[in-house]
Each structure stands twice: as structure tokens, then as C-alpha cells.
Nanobody, 115 residues
Framework: QVQLVESGGGLVQPGGSLRLSCATS????????MNWYRQAPGKQRELVAT???????NYADSVKGRFTISRDNAKNTMYLQMSSLKPDDTAVYYC?????????WGQGTQVTVSS
């Protein structure tokens, strides 16, 4: 019943910014932790940022100070604001609700950082 739809990916130059969106089916933020993962070619899936229903926020060291996770309860949408993008940020970014084991996933959106 939980559905996640991502958007906002694309091609951006190094130093640029993108804002990813994750539209959810109903207001699930009070029930599930919300997470952004990414997976680059040849690399393991990486947890980028997480926001719990209790308000705790954590970021991977590689994105601290550059990425911001947020949610809009009225719109049932989660966001990942990305700035100062680097080529190493190139990956497919996935919205997740509830974690890896029993959670739900979006389809992914491609982010490519290149000149």
C-alpha cells in the first residue's frame, strides 16, 4: 500500500545543485523513518541521509554540509536538497521508507554530475 515516486534527477555540472523529491502515498512520516540511498556503478548501496519520525537526522560523512533532507507533511513529500555537487555524487538515488529489511522503495532517479 505504500508507494514512493521519485523525481528531480538529471545532469548537473560540478558545484551545481539539485533537489530530489519523493512523493508518498498518504501521510506515512509519522509511521516510518524516511531515507535516501544511492548506488553508483560498481559500488555498494550507500545510506545518504535519514530522517526519523521522531525528528532525528543523520547524514553520511561524504555529504555532510552539502545535502539536506526534509519533509513536507502537508504535501506528503520528502526532499533531498543537494548542493556543491561533485562527480562522486553521480549515482541512482532511491527514496526509502522503513529501512532495508521491511521497508519500501521508490524506482530511483539518476543524478549525473559532470562537466
Amino acid at each position: 500500500q505504500v508507494q514512493l515516486v521519485e523525481s528531480g534527477g538529471g545532469l548537473v555540472q560540478p558545484g551545481g545543485s539539485l533537489r530530489l523529491s519523493c512523493a508518498t502515498s498518504g501521510n506515512i512520516f509519522s509511521v516510518y523513518s524516511m531515507n535516501w540511498y544511492r548506488q553508483a556503478p560498481g559500488k555498494q548501496r550507500e545510506l545518504v541521509a535519514t530522517s526519523t519520525s521522531g525528528g532525528s537526522i543523520n547524514y553520511a560523512d561524504s555529504v555532510k554540509g552539502r545535502f539536506t533532507i526534509s519533509r513536507d507533511n502537508a504535501k506528503n513529500t520528502m526532499y533531498l536538497q543537494m548542493s556543491s555537487l561533485k562527480p562522486d555524487d553521480t549515482a541512482v538515488y532511491y527514496c526509502n521508507a522503513g529501512g532495508i529489511v521491511a521497508g519500501f522503495w521508490g524506482q530511483g532517479t539518476q543524478v549525473t554530475v559532470s562537466s
